[in-house]
């Protein structure tokens, strides 16, 4: 089931398009990170799924409803750039926002709630008094009180510490595991790469990319770096000859040869063309793209005229 | 719609703006219904029941928008430009929004009145039903106005300063319209909540589907904003 559905969603402000024929489909389960460089229309399209602006054209289905208001109380969302009321505790807000949910919230819901965060400590604390971070956490809070099947997290750990961010993407997971559905966008690579299953990558407000992690590193690299640490080579001749045919930018030295083939599949008979030889084989490392390298080979890519 | 009019409610009490209005409301209440107690033997007995509302009458007519205005002028701008209302919209519909908000301030302010006007009738010793009504209806449509300015202007300093010039220019403007004697601009009284209010009897329900109308202005003006 697509918990997302999102059909030529467009967005221009005056003759700039910021979201542009996006198309986009996530099911139910997933954690679909969406990445992209600053003002590459990811907050903004996040903002037209959960209502906080309205499309230029498209349409869009959350959890198979056409109508968002239909379906407001089964969403969380953290949006970017939000504050709270100054005046209002943190169970204040919490349970002022699950009630505007359809969801009445016990103090003891809200604290557990505020403990998932990390942000018991602070519960009765005026929000006016509140560190950026812990209005993040805040933010975070609010999204998944109603206990909500869609989760939005816009930027969920910018601007928080790391022990912070780790127990943030720890939760990321936890509500994966509770059946939810998370929609994230986030400026760290790693953490996408850790927590998503599903990626995203956003140029110019369209979608340059997408796929699983694998499918975007196998798109992207037809290059797989072989680093080869072995036993001294008797005879390198014979060797060579064969590592041309297998592969290319050979470099052999006493004990360690490296070279980039095309495919994982021509890795096995390096392997036993070495052992053949009588070589004896250390170690092997496969030099897998991160995600970073996609990223950034993506947006190279992007900018070429 | 209900928890965001009782948040609304709940806020208006908080404000230190909202204490002195209240004290001035009550204050010229008190006055003026003692001052009428006082001067009853020369007034006859029906000027002297309505004279007991007068001073709530005359501070709802002629400085309403501007009370209104003063109290809730940002009610939803403020919310807007903080980015607060984030929150409300990715939790509950626009309209619902638009209408809570609205209802929060109509109550505050029928609480206000309906004070008033229970410290008449204990001076007065007639509890005035019609005159809730009649500035009831009123305040409807002042509020309504004031919630369409908050969603026009997106900037709570220009609706500050344009709810207090249109608090000072339209009640002069409406009285200037309702009496004038020229066809030019005489038809324009229909637009005014003062006409009806004047006219008084049941022509006061209009003002109850004035101010609805404006309202659901508002609602259609806001689902159209990107916030």
């Keep these: 089931m697509n918990v997302i559905e999102a059909t030529g969603i467009t967005k221009m402000y005056g003759p700039k398009t910021v979201v542009d024929n996006v198309n986009l489909k996530v099911k139910k389960g997933e954690i679909y990170g969406f990445l992209g460089r600053n003002g590459a229309g990811k907050s903004t399209f996040i903002n037209i799924m959960t209502g906080i602006i309205q499309p230029t054209s498209g349409s869009f289905k959350l959890l198979d409803e056409p109508n968002l208001n239909n379906v407001k109380h089964r969403i969380g969302v953290l949006p970017d750039y939000s504050t709270f009321y100054d005046s209002l505790t943190a169970i204040d807000h919490l349970k002022y926002y699950a009630k505007l949910s359809g969801y009445k919230a016990s103090t003891e819901h809200c604290e557990s709630v505020l403990k998932r965060v990390g942000l018991l400590e602070h519960a009765h604390k005026k929000a006016g008094k509140f560190s950026f971070g812990m209005k993040k956490k805040l933010g975070i809070a609010q999204a998944i009180i109603h206990n909500p099947e869609l989760i939005f997290l816009d930027e969920p750990t910018s601007g928080i510490d790391a022990e912070s961010a780790l127990h943030i993407q720890q939760l990321i997971v936890n509500l994966q595991k509770e059946g939810k559905t998370v929609f994230m966008t986030s400026h760290n690579l790693h953490e996408v790469e850790k927590l998503c299953t599903r990626i995203a990558i956003m140029k110019n407000g369209r979608i340059w990319n997408e796929g699983t992690l694998e499918e975007l590193k196998s798109r992207y690299m037809s290059s797989i770096h072989v680093e080869i640490k072995h036993s001294p080579i008797p005879q390198k001749e014979g060797l060579f000859t064969f590592l041309k045919t297998a592969g290319r930018d050979i470099t052999i030295t006493e004990t360690k040869t490296s070279l980039v083939v095309d495919a994982e599949e021509n890795i096995p008979p390096i392997i036993r063309a070495f052992t053949g030889h009588e070589i004896d084989i250390y170690r092997v490392n496969v030099h897998e793209p991160s995600l970073e390298e996609i990223f950034l080979n993506d947006n190279l890519d992007a900018s070429a005229p | ?227």
């Design chain 2, 1 to 227: 719609m209900w928890t965001i009019c009782f948040h609304e409610f709940k806020g208006l009490f908080k404000s230190i703006k909202s204490i002195i209005i209240i004290a001035i409301i009550f204050g010229v209440t008190y006055w003026t219904a003692d001052l009428m107690t006082t001067l009853k033997d020369q007034l006859d007995v029906h000027a002297g029941k309505e004279g007991y509302a007068s001073g709530i009458a005359s501070i709802v007519f002629l400085l309403g928008f501007l009370f209104i205005s003063s109290l809730s002028h940002d009610v939803i701008n403020r919310e807007v430009s903080t980015r607060t209302i984030r929150f409300l919209v990715t939790k509950t519909s626009r309209g619902n929004i638009v209408i809570g908000k609205y209802l929060g301030m109509w109550l505050f302010w029928f609480f206000c009145i309906f004070t008033s006007f229970v410290l008449v009738a204990f001076i007065s010793k007639k509890f005035l039903w019609w005159g809730i009504l009649e500035c009831m209806g009123f305040i409807s449509v002042a509020i309504a106005y004031n919630l369409i300015f908050s969603i026009i202007f997106p900037k709570p300093a220009v609706t500050m300063f344009f709810g207090i010039v249109f608090a000072l220019v339209f009640p002069a403007l409406s009285f200037w319209i309702i009496f004038s004697s020229n066809g030019a601009i005489s038809w324009l009284k229909f637009f005014t909540p003062y006409y009806y209010a004047l006219l008084g009897n049941f022509y006061v329900f209009i003002n109850f589907i004035y101010a609805i109308g404006v309202l659901m202005l508002g609602v259609v003006l806001f689902r159209r904003r990107d916030l």
